[in-house]
């Protein structure tokens, strides 16, 4: 027999806090920025990566909600969870939808990057076999050498798409290589001059066979690039980090100070949050958790975390980064473990069992003063870049949207 207690949802430990209001904001003033002195382009909000870590069904509602256009997958996984979840919104797919995947993908109406024939005969089926057509996005090679296709392979597979009835040739686009490491953007600048040729010898292409060159979408922006030269917003641009509150690098905020850009208030949008599981009396001289790195110099009290490098918390964050107790920061005490870490709260006398640590994100004290960890503070910590912070957040973890 199961008691009422047993019927009761247990609470999560972890979970991530997501604001609707932030990832709206954010949607909205990259839109303003985009669409710069011409026509506004289309806004395709990158999702991909359960939504950069932010949930990928939850992040695609606010944005949707907040009248972005597309929205950017990685895969056909992503896309079958999103209709799955009633998404309406046209999709996506910028990485790699293999042949085999891809009558599934015209199925769910899920447009294509392309850069091999493979995947076009396979399209090519599809939209025989379905009776629906299928639109199609070339990469175009300028230099980051990961999906593109060299300019001539590019007009050739072009013509292929052209031939054949139910593929729609919808767009043509490039991915810089470096605009957001670098403050020098002459590299970007020849990867835009490269692309404007292949667009310009794409249309020539389409009108030469009667189409309307005028069809075809040329998109190529970045957040990076959006905030640095919205003048180039192109058909369409595809903005990811800025969406989710975050610069894409130090780099594009000091070029956008030098362009004279005008700062972005962009709203982090996240707080990963969890609970004090047990605190512990260490006396001096005692170790604490694997490998004996952290040892005690003084009497100390140590709260145990129920979160480890499985829900994404890195193991390099060993006795490196801090996290927030009582509106405080308070540093980790040795090895993160698979499921547990400990955190030194001797300087907080007040941290008992059950109190709430923002692992990242702000928290406000007692006292109304509020501490902030960054994902750029935790990347430095790590070694690594915001991008992979916020996106190595276990999947299995609850985002839960608030206001
Ligand atoms: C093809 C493509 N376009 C756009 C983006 C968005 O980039 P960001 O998050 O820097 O705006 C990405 C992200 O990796 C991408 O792969």
Known sequence: MTSPHD???????TWVEISERALMANARLLQKVAAGSKRSP???????????????IEASRCFVKA??????????????????????????????VAPNQVHAAVKLGLKLTVYDAQTVQAASRAVHDLGRPCHLHLKLET???RQGLRHDQALQLAQEILDTPGLVLEGLSTHFADIEDTTDHGF????????????NALRDLMSSKGEDPNQLMAHASNSAAVMLWPEVSLDMVRFGIAAYGMWPSKETFLSAQQLGRRPLD??????????????????????????????ALRDS??????IGYYDGYDRRFSSRSQVLIGGHKAPIAGRVAMNMVAVDVTDNPTVTQGDEVVLLGSQQAPDGSVSALHAEQLARWIGTINYEVVTRINDRIDRVLKD
């Open 7 to 13: 019927q009761v949802e247990p609470t999560p430990l």
């Open 42 to 56: 289309i806004t395709c909000v990158m999702v991909k990566g359960n939504g950069y870590g932010h949930g990928l």
């Open 67 to 96: 009248g972005i256009d597309w929205l950017g997958v990685a895969d056909i996984r992503e896309a079958q969870s999103l209709r799955s979840a009633g998404v309406q919104a046209p999709l996506y797919a910028v990485c790699h």
């Open 143 to 145: 230099g980051t050498n």
């Open 188 to 199: 970007a600048k020849q990867q835009l001059a490269r692309f404007q040729a292949g667009l």
């Open 266 to 295: 962009l709203q982090p949008a996240m707080t990963w949050k969890t609970v004090v599981a047990q605190v512990r009396e260490v006396p001096s001289g005692e170790w604490v958790g694997y490998g004996r790195t952290f040892q």
């Open 301 to 306: 009290k140590i709260a145990i975390l129920p």
